[in-house]
């Protein structure tokens, strides 16, 4: 990475300064500036950097505004967006507008480091594909096996950043920390023990991931609320389906993901939400999930009750066959040995509980 510059842009010097001392520690090149319009002086007499680095909100231009300069004039260098607003509107609008990735303080350094690496592989791998291209003609047999290589590892590195934002929604709702990972392990197991592709499982994966995003729009005060919810506030909750599907349909290789995260809290018989599917009607890989939710919530711990063991979930599940569930889908996952349950819970919360702590406070109205 000794070669790789980072061009830093905020207007505080606290926080420009602890963003270069880690970039740098982890020998990047790290070029701090105060401002958008300095930002866009550099590039234009230097466009040789890796990564931009940009708080949203400063005085003068502010970061969506130099995002839109850089993706206009600059369209190779990934972006990287730092603000404490801590708005679902503002991330879009940078997601829309081109930004690699989007961090909120207070971050981890891992977490910096994290998304700048990939940024600067993201560009890496664009570099190559392009130069594939430009080579069509003389190298059709071997280029096509290292583009499909370039994309895979392209599409790895888009998994690895929906793994941070299922972490930092765990962070938001510390109830159901490791729940998302959880989940989406139990999801796989099951839509392996089907036989289904690879490709489906997948795309079933990343559904059962990013189910809950949605709450990410929901207000703290209604997601954290300690004692039972009333009804304006279960309507309100309820709607993170739907939010959760409109923040992930746009993006294209989650787009038949996003059908999962619609359909998540549907029931076999017809009695769930947001559009009371029933049967077939509901995305398979959204039953495949139903089942492997309910499966977890009842064997993990919660502040108002015990977690149940393996064997009493899985009657229970049992008992729910054609009413909550897929009975196809529960005679599956009842086929399945106990040990791979609790196999895979320990490895999932050993993964949870190795999370770094955050390396500074950093915060800003």
């Given at each position: 990475m000794a070669d790789e510059r980072i061009l830093v842009v905020d207007d505080e010097d606290l926080i420009r300064e602890i963003i270069c001392s880690v970039l740098n520690q982890a020998g990047f090149v790290c070029h701090p500036v105060i401002s958008g319009t300095a930002a866009l002086s550099i590039l234009q007499s230097d466009g040789a950097f890796s990564v931009v680095v940009s708080d949203v909100v400063m005085d003068g231009m502010d970061g969506l505004t130099l995002l839109s300069h850089i993706k206009r004039d600059y369209p190779e260098i990934p972006v990287v967006m730092v603000t404490a607003v801590h708005d679902i509107s503002v991330a879009l609008a940078a997601m829309r507008n081109g930004a690699y990735d989007y961090l909120l303080k207070p971050f981890e350094r891992e977490q910096l480091l994290a998304s700048v690496r990939r940024a600067v592989e993201n560009r890496r791998l664009k570099a190559e594909n392009l130069a594939y291209q430009t080579k069509l003609e003389s190298l059709v047999s071997a280029r096509t096996e290292m583009l499909r290589q370039a994309l895979s590892d392209l599409e790895r590195?888009?998994?690895?950043?929906?793994?941070?934002?299922?972490?930092?929604?765990?962070?938001?709702?510390?109830?159901?920390?490791?729940?998302?990972?959880?989940?989406?392990?139990?999801?796989?197991?099951?839509?392996?023990?089907?036989?289904?592709?690879?490709?489906?499982?997948?795309?079933?994966?990343?559904?059962?991931?990013?189910h809950d995003v949605g709450k990410m729009a929901?207000?703290?005060?209604?997601?954290?609320?300690?004692?039972?919810?009333?009804?304006?506030?279960?309507?309100?909750?309820?709607?993170?389906?739907?939010?959760?599907?409109?923040?992930?349909?746009?993006?294209?290789?989650?787009?038949?993901?996003?059908?999962?995260?619609?359909?998540?809290?549907?029931?076999?018989?017809?009695?769930?939400?947001?559009?009371?599917?029933?049967?077939?009607?509901?995305?398979?890989?959204?039953?495949?999930?139903?089942?492997?939710?309910?499966?977890?919530?009842?064997?993990?711990?919660?502040?108002?009750?015990?977690?149940?063991?393996?064997?009493?979930?899985?009657?229970?599940?049992?008992?729910?066959?054609?009413?909550?569930?897929?009975?196809?889908?529960?005679?599956?996952?009842?086929?399945?040995?106990?040990?791979?349950?609790?196999?895979?819970?320990?490895?999932?919360?050993?993964?949870?509980?190795?999370?770094?702590?955050?390396?500074?406070?950093?915060?800003?109205?």
């Open positions: 590195s888009y998994d690895i950043t929906l793994e941070a934002l299922g972490d930092a929604l765990d962070l938001k709702d510390a109830e159901t920390e490791g729940h998302s990972k959880r989940v989406t392990a139990f999801t796989i197991a099951i839509a392996r023990a089907m036989g289904l592709p690879q490709d489906r499982v997948r795309v079933i994966a990343r559904g059962a991931f990013l929901i207000p703290d005060a209604i997601l954290r609320k300690p004692s039972r919810l009333s009804e304006e506030e279960q309507e309100i909750m309820q709607q993170h389906a739907l939010l959760g599907y409109q923040m992930v349909r746009r993006i294209p290789f989650l787009h038949e993901a996003a059908d999962i995260v619609y359909s998540h809290q549907e029931r076999y018989d017809g009695s769930g939400y947001p559009r009371g599917l029933r049967g077939d009607q509901i995305p398979l890989g959204a039953r495949i999930f139903a089942v492997a939710d309910t499966f977890d919530a009842m064997t993990s711990d919660r502040p108002y009750r015990a977690a149940q063991s393996i064997s009493s979930a899985r009657r229970e599940i049992e008992r729910q066959s054609d009413k909550q569930f897929d009975p196809e889908i529960v005679k599956v996952f009842t086929s399945i040995p106990e040990h791979i349950w609790s196999d895979l819970r320990t490895e999932i919360n050993a993964q949870s509980r190795n999370r770094r702590h955050p390396i500074s406070k950093i915060a800003r109205n």
